[in-house]
């Protein structure tokens, strides 16, 4: 039996997840094209003369394809070895966004490298994935300890906190999703529940008034003691645990959500917050943020309302292949970056849609299933580090666009345009098939 490693590139590459790579840069680059092509244009120039955004989309696929066949030809352990030094990396690439940056649509986290838009924060998720499976996966880590949990949150929330320094607050968001990795390496169920609660309380602090808010929560804690008091021989402690929560909850009304409204998020994204709940925005007049100005309804909306009008338009079968009204005429915004969803509606319709969405699924379904046949604990924490950054992205992104979540400008993977999106996930995609490729080693 030959145990030596077979020199051959396709040695244990998981063609399954190549093919859906393809298919779904495919997809993208016929969805950029169809917003881009304007009647009467030579394609063949077109797509050569590299001004377009399907041919440049080209080139970043072309690179893309480099760096991964670069990735197959590596050792897995290096990345294992480097996994720190690249998380250090991505650190220093944010910092040095504040000196150089580049303002573009309102975002200042990208650095303008000739005609390339660098934006390190998309970078920065594959880097903290190495790391947080390097830490994970470390014979020294013991997850069950606040300590190392607490570690493993840090590795997370610097470069998220960094992000949003930079008015990326959706790209920060999306190192959320590596605590589902965290969860499937052990972290505590009970912080899953206290994270949802805060954010049902958030919620509930935009559609209810505070102070009658406030006055709810007084009650539940009063009747909890009530009953507490009477069937529970631990009075002394639960009086201690529910006025603790008391506080943490009026506090998050009256100075987190306020303070998140007004320092943290931008006026525009504040703005479409409150246009997806119905209500009205009630920081508007705040004066705790210098220059703050109310935006109209009409125009915080009008993205998602024109999304869903082009989606609609499409139908259940969709109008055809370059017979679009809304994407071809431009009432879309960004109908070639975070709303191109709506080009696919409104081309292919419902059917459309739902192929895209099924090839979505089995992608997601693939990693996780290659996660759970790794030997490697570093393997299987970065594989469900992909797949839950995957997830994160295609979720919000489809649900921003047909209003179901609000506009927080994340792109859609391999299928929006953008050079920097199309490297960092094609380079995730890429490592994850040669750790899996080499998936009966333990690596650390």
């Avoid at 996966?137 to 906190?161: C, E, H, N, W, Y």
Wanted: one cysteine or more; glycine letters at 8%.
């Amino acid at each position: 039996m030959n145990n030596q490693r077979n020199p051959t590139i396709s040695k244990g590459v998981d063609s399954t997840l190549i093919w859906l790579y393809l298919l779904l840069v495919a997809i993208g680059l016929m969805s950029i094209f169809s917003v881009t092509y304007h009647e009467g244009d030579d394609v063949l120039r077109s797509f050569l003369n590299f001004k377009t955004n399907y041919s440049k989309q080209l080139i970043f696929f072309a690179a893309s394809l480099l760096i991964g066949l670069f990735i197959l030809l590596t050792d897995s352990k290096f990345f294992t070895a480097t996994a720190n030094i690249w998380y250090a990396f991505g650190i220093l690439l944010l910092l040095l966004v504040f000196p150089f940056h580049t303002n573009v649509k309102g975002t200042e986290s990208i650095i303008k490298l000739g005609g390339f838009n660098l934006q390190p924060a998309e970078l920065c998720k594959v880097f903290v994935c190495l790391a947080l499976a390097k830490y994970l996966s470390r014979v020294d880590t013991d997850f069950s300890k606040t300590s190392s949990q607490l570690m493993a949150a840090g590795i997370v929330f610097l470069p998220a906190l960094i992000t949003i320094a930079q008015a990326e607050t959706g790209l920060a968001l999306v190192f959320l999703a590596f605590f589902l990795v965290m969860f499937r390496e052990g972290l505590p169920a009970g912080y899953l529940v206290i994270g949802f609660s805060l954010a049902v309380l958030v919620v509930a602090t935009l559609l209810v008034e505070r102070t009658v808010l406030v006055i709810i929560l007084t009650c539940i804690a009063l009747l909890a003691i009530y009953f507490g008091w009477r069937f529970t021989r631990r009075r002394r402690e639960l009086i201690i645990i529910v006025a603790l929560t008391w506080v943490v909850c009026v506090a998050v009304i009256w100075l987190a959500v306020p303070f998140i409204f007004t320092k943290v998020l931008q006026k525009h994204q504040v703005e479409r917050v409150f246009s997806l709940i119905g209500r009205e925005n009630p920081y508007a007049n705040s004066n705790t943020v210098e220059g703050f100005e109310p935006v109209a309804k009409k125009d915080t909306d009008y993205n998602v309302r024109q999304s869903k009008i082009a989606i609609g338009s499409g139908g259940f079968a969709g109008r055809g292949f370059l017979k679009g009204t809304q994407t071809r005429f431009d009432f879309v915004p960004e109908q070639s970056t975070d709303f191109i969803f709506c080009t696919i509606g409104e081309g292919f319709g419902f059917l459309g849609c739902l192929a895209v969405l099924g090839i979505y699924v089995f992608l997601l379904l693939r990693m996780v299933n290659i996660a759970e046949r790794q030997r490697s604990v570093f393997s299987r924490c970065y594989a469900y580090g992909v797949a839950s950054v995957f997830f994160f992205h295609i979720a919000i992104n489809i649900c921003m666009t047909i209003g179901l979540a609000p506009v927080i400008g994340i792109p859609l993977p391999f299928i929006s345009y953008g050079g920097t999106s199309l490297i960092s996930f094609s380079t995730m995609l890429f490592i994850l098939v040669r750790l899996d490729a080499d998936r009966q080693m333990v690596l650390r």
